[in-house]
């Protein structure tokens, strides 16, 4: 591994490292944030390509701009942020390109969603709901509830009102139900 | 139907939250595009001055910046070609509107450019403009209240403090340059 040596220490002792001039240290950070970033990207984007996409591009800014990063104990966060809004950048340039099918439709309203067997087909029918929501919709549900981040810190992410924040996660529950309800019905 | 609506959101949290498969070598690839802007090591960045932009400093380099040019121009004839070099950085606007003029005075070079850490070190994105057939090169950065290092690169080889600077003690490479502060 490129970032041996990295695993014990904090973000902020990274990030020192990487600002001293020791550009593999940086690799410690990737590894620790790739995951959670490439599930939130690829989630709020709905395909595997702009999510790595997305990923890439966070992390070569945040190395980038991390003389900016006035926190570096909450490097993940700062990191998180940046993500949040390149996906923002990227859903917008590709909302009209033909999204990748997550499923063929008809195969997952006769799914049977009773056996735990059709787990594949449950996460399928999840993220075809979750690509019937608006991006800001599907944003807001993911951060709230996959990223379990408080509305306050969304708001700091997003630069939101929290009200509006919750609105959408509302909404997005609601559609969500109508979805997916539809989909345990068939 | 709270209830419901709660089981669902979990059942379908708990999906989302299991991990992404994503390519094994995305990480080389990140690292890859780091590695290509990389942050040039610290050569001639040791113990680097400060100089304070204030406003009875602005009237003073203003000045200053005048005199050099008017020197520089009435002394370019008697130049060895390629030896002497004038510059300054001063900011003039940064009560207001925080453009700083960078000027170096190289009659011999083919290119300036600027480098410091508010353009990440870039030697493409900061070149100076020649001002007619003084010597002077020119270019005029935004800059926000901060402090900044910086020097310049001449012909693409050659790198050099802002020597209407303050000059930095060299590092360990022989290497100065220079900071500015701007103040508010």
Known sequence: MGHTGTEGDSDAALVRRVLAGDVEAYAGLVARYRDRLGRFALHRLGNQADAE?????????????????????RFGAWLFQILVNRCRTIGGQRARRERVATANEAALLVADMAHPA????????????????????????????????????????????????????????????????????? | MPEFEDELVRRVAAELKRPAALDPALDARIMAEVRAHARRPRLWLLRPHTF?????????????????????????????????????????????????????????????????????????????RRTGASGAWVVTVPLPPGRYR???????????????????????????????????
């Open chain 1, 53 to 73: 996409d997305a990923v890439q591009e966070a992390f070569v800014r945040a190395y980038r701009g991390l003389e900016g990063c006035e926190a570096p104990e």
């Open chain 1, 118 to 186: 059709d787990r594949q087909a449950w996460g399928e029918a999840i993220r075809w709901a979750l690509d019937r929501l608006t991006p800001e919709q599907r944003e807001a549900f993911l951060l709230k509830h996959v990223e379990d981040l408080s509305y306050e810190q969304m708001a700091e992410m997003t630069g939101e009102g929290i009200s509006a924040l919750k609105m959408r996660v509302k909404r997005a529950c609601e559609a969500l139900r109508v979805l997916l309800t539809e989909v345990e019905r068939a």
């Open chain 2, 52 to 128: 304070r932009v204030t406003p009875l400093g602005i009237l003073a380099r203003a000045a200053a910046l005048a005199a050099i040019v008017a020197g520089a121009t009435l002394a370019v004839s008697r130049l060895r070609p390629g030896e002497a070099v004038v510059s300054t950085a001063s900011a003039p606007e940064a009560l207001t509107a925080s453009a700083v003029p960078f000027v170096l005075y190289a009659p011999r070079a083919r290119s300036v450019a600027l480098v410091g850490d508010f353009n990440n070190w870039d030697t493409r994105a900061t070149p100076l």
């Open chain 2, 150 to 184: 910086y020097a310049f690169l001449i012909d693409g080889t050659r790198w050099l403090a802002d020597p209407g600077a303050p000059r930095a003690p060299d590092d360990d490479f022989g290497t100065p340059n220079s900071v500015l502060t701007v103040g508010t």
